[in-house]
């Protein structure tokens, strides 16, 4: 009778079945299967904590990054157009060589030229540096020039910028105003043929005369 016992022994050393409910060594259930089981079950609890809305602390990171947002700044105003760096042209120097003389007007300086010249040349050389042949408004003016030009000679007389090429009797100066100033000499104008230029004498009369190419003059320019 040896080999049912050894059966029996046997059976008792397997008692481990993974199929069915643990036992204890008097064959009862094993209660600490059942409490390990509920642990199980409390584990799940705390997996869906973690499934829930977002944490205090992630929302307080969502505001933070939202404050951190930079306010829109206002769109730039433009900005004006660079002003025009290139230096503005300076106007050439006017009046240079001219000078004031005594008993004419303030505002006007003058040149001589003490070479007999045509009218047509007096008048080139006078706008060929901005000024004009001499247009004298007054008999201080008139005067003044004749002492300021000194006519050399037996002939007093100077140019000036002032003609009537039409022969209209409407005397018209070098700047295109009508002149009305017209202290005329002796007899004058008597419209001889080509006295269509003004010629001062140093007196400061006005004599109507033709272009003989041989008188001085003075320029005349307004700074
Ligand atoms: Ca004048
Ligand atoms: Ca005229
Ligand atoms: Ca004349």
Redesign the pocket.
């Known amino acids: 009778m040896r080999q049912p016992l050894f059966l029996v022994v046997l059976a008792a050393g397997c008692s481990f079945d993974p199929s069915g409910p643990a036992t204890t060594d008097d064959g009862s259930p094993d209660d600490s299967a059942i409490v390990d089981s509920a642990g199980a079950d409390g584990a799940i609890i705390d997996g869906a904590a973690i499934d829930a809305p977002a944490p205090i602390d992630a929302r307080l990171t969502d505001a933070a990054v939202i404050d951190a947002r930079p306010i829109d700044a206002p769109p730039p105003i433009d900005a004006p157009p660079p002003i025009d760096a290139r230096p503005i042209d300076a106007a050439p120097p006017r009046c240079v060589g001219y000078q004031v003389v005594t008993g004419?007007?303030a505002g006007?300086r003058y040149r001589k030229v003490n070479t007999l010249t045509t009218w047509a040349g007096a008048d080139a050389d006078c706008t060929s540096d901005g000024g004009y042949l001499?247009?004298?408004?007054?008999m201080s003016?008139a005067v003044a020039?004749g002492t300021f030009v000194n006519p050399a000679g037996t002939s007093p007389y100077y140019w000036a910028g002032i003609e009537d090429p039409e022969r209209d009797g409407t005397w018209t100066t070098v700047l295109g105003a009508t002149q009305t100033y017209l202290p005329w000499g002796p007899a004058q104008p008597n419209g001889r043929v080509g006295e269509i230029y003004v010629l001062v004498e140093d007196n400061g009369r006005f004599w109507d005369w033709y272009d003989d190419g041989a008188q001085e003059y003075a320029c005349?320019c307004n700074p």
């Open positions: 004419a007007p006007s001499v247009i004298p408004g007054s003016e020039i005349e």
